[in-house]
């Protein structure tokens, strides 16, 4: 398929800058993917769309203040640092704007001086390996230097940086949100479990391998970036359960679905365990153990847009997101949702 396939008109004023209050008081798109039909509701609506015996699967992870700002030791020239992955004993995959900066051997210092890194290598996404120095604790040096890594396209400034964390975020290691989950709150998740829905987690840190653009025109040419995630025993037992029974697996979020198929043993079963995944969705893939989506609106041309599409249908994708621009949505990290199932 072609890149081109998966393109569509959004005015950039629908890009949301900031998020809405309460959280589950954004709106809520609702596509039926066998049929088409579409609904608009709210998303503290959700529990009327799920069944008794459902299971409700969330990424717990938490977003780290990965966003350093430094300079060249030697220059005094400024760059932005995104911290991506730990590959080692205080070493990191990063992305380096301007990269031109970051010729290997290059020392930056950020804040105080209390942290250093030196560039080790190139990597094959256009990143840095990079090596860290530090007095202290490593998280707590970042807690104080380090920023909220917010999407390019989010202009304005986030006053509280817990709204870039879901209610339910435990285990830290993403360097961006799984942003589907920040519609809950606490009260819609026990209005859920009340339903009689299992509510359960996974985790699945969040790199480069979700918003990283695809270049290549036949989309089959583009390839993921790995990442690390963690499913239990009791979360992998909770789906089989869920499935023999036949009701139905609802993943939050994109990084949600790619666990869940990712750890599907091809005989319709969930396996426990951890590991890096850089598994591609794109149309034409079978999925395995995801009965519905819950999902935000995503990016023209991105990987996370053919995902659904490969789940619904891409014309009934593009006909609900054509829908949602007519209709005002708002779109990306802090706009509205979609339920699809």
């Known amino acids: 398929m072609k890149l081109a396939d998966f393109d569509y008109c959004l005015p950039e004023e629908l890009i949301a800058q900031e998020p809405i209050e309460p959280r589950d008081h954004s709106r809520l798109l609702v596509l039926h993917r066998q049929s088409g039909k579409r609904e608009e509701n709210r998303f503290y609506d959700l529990p009327a769309y799920l069944e008794a015996g459902d299971t409700l699967v969330l990424n717990d992870t938490r977003v780290i203040p990965a966003r350093l700002f430094g300079v060249r030791r030697d220059t005094g020239g400024r760059l932005e640092v995104v911290l991506l992955r730990r590959t080692g004993k205080d070493v990191w995959e990063v992305l380096v704007k301007p990269g031109r900066r970051a010729r290997i051997g290059a020392e930056i210092v950020f804040g105080d001086g209390a942290l250093t890194g030196e560039v080790l290598a190139d990597t094959d996404f256009g990143g840095r390996q990079m090596h860290f120095r530090y007095d202290g604790v490593f998280e707590q040096v970042l807690d104080r230097l380090g920023e909220m890594p917010l999407p390019p396209y989010i202009h304005k400034k986030l006053d509280d ?180 199932i």
């Open 161 to 340: 940086p817990e709204r870039y964390q879901t209610v339910y975020a435990a285990r830290s290691g993403s360097a961006a949100a799984p942003t589907a989950g920040l519609h809950f709150t606490d009260r819609l998740l026990r209005e859920i479990s009340d339903r009689q829905v299992s509510v359960v987690y996974l985790t699945l840190h969040v790199g480069l391998g979700t918003f990283r653009p695809v270049k290549t025109e036949n989309i089959e040419e583009h390839a993921m970036h790995a990442e690390y995630y963690d499913i239990s025993e009791e979360t992998a037992a909770a789906i089989n359960r869920t499935r023999a029974a036949g009701h139905r697996v609802i993943a939050v979020g994109t990084t949600s679905v790619r666990t869940l198929e990712t750890i599907a043993d091809g005989a319709g079963n969930a396996c426990a365990g951890q590991g890096w995944t850089d598994i591609f969705i794109y149309p034409g893939y079978r999925y395995q153990l995801v009965d519905g989506i819950i999902t935000n609106f995503h990016l023209p041309k991105s990987t996370l847009l053919m995902l659904v599409s490969a789940f619904a249908g891409r014309e009934n994708i593009l006909a609900a997101y054509r829908e949602a621009v007519e209709k005002r949505f708002r779109f990306f990290s802090f706009g509205d949702a979609m339920l699809i």
